[in-house]
């Protein structure tokens, strides 16, 4: 197992503690690596008008973009819940993720036995609907 990504886990799993999930009671943690090597930790926080749910994925990557980390400057997202098999983003993150992250970038998708599998952000969203439909210069 690469110990970059153990840690990454590992603090995922930590960051699921804060989890706000008094309806699902399915706590979900996040860590984000920054290409400083800066981590961003993100949970679920739900609502009682269960839509305005944010998930733990956008709740590090709107952290990070809030902090002032630009988009494509992410190596590695690790997401954690306390299931059997690994915990893998929801269809509106992998959106989310497309928008923000390098399509090459490492999706760490695990559980809080530190079990985990791996993708990129492009396999778990292939033709996503994305900026280049708007601009063509994919610099930012
Ligand atoms: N959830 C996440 O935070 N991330 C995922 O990848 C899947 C689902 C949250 C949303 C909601 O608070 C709870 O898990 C149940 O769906």
Redesign the pocket.
């Known amino acids: 197992m690469d110990d970059e990504m153990k840690y990454l886990l590992g603090q995922a799993v930590q960051a699921r503690e804060e989890a706000y ?1 008094p309806y ?1 009671c ?1 706590k ?1 943690g996040c860590a984000l690596l920054g290409e400083d090597n800066r981590v961003f930790l993100g949970c ?1 926080v ?1 609502n009682a008008s269960y839509g305005l ?1 944010n ?3 956008r709740t590090a990557l709107f952290r990070a973009i809030a902090d002032g980390y630009k988009p494509y400057s992410f190596k590695a997202i690790a ?1 954690a819940g306390d299931v059997s098999r690994p ?4 269809g509106a ?1 992998r959106q989310v993720l497309v928008e923000l992250c390098s399509p090459g970038m490492r999706v760490i998708m695990g559980n809080t036995k530190g079990e985990y599998i791996e993708s990129t952000v492009s396999e778990l969203l292939p033709g996503a609907f994305d900026r280049g439909a708007f601009i063509d210069d994919k610099e930012i």
């Open positions: 999930a699902s399915f979900v679920n739900e749910t998930c733990a994925e997401i915990l893998a983003p929801c993150c």
